[in-house]
């Protein structure tokens, strides 16, 4: 995806039906899950943010995509 990609548009890039149905997305930093080791351990240190349509990717942002059809 290009610079300036909304969250709903980068779940599409994956499938349309993320894009059509998409909630919300779960975000961690590449850094933060290397330096803490899993999501889990992230999600404990609050470092999991929860982003809406108007989030803007950024570069190192690991994605879970929440979507309903």
């Avoid at 290009?2 to 993320?18: E, N, V, Y």
């Avoid at 992230?42 to 929440?66: I, L, P």
């Amino acid at each position: 995806f290009r610079k300036g990609t909304k969250a709903p548009q980068a779940a599409g890039i994956i499938h349309s039906d993320f894009e059509k149905g998409f909630i919300r997305a779960e975000v961690i930093k590449y850094e933060d899950f290397i330096r803490l080791g899993s999501e889990a351990k992230c999600k404990e240190a609050g470092k999991m943010s929860v982003e809406g349509k108007d989030y803007v990717v950024q570069d190192g942002d690991m994605m879970n995509f929440r979507f309903n059809v």
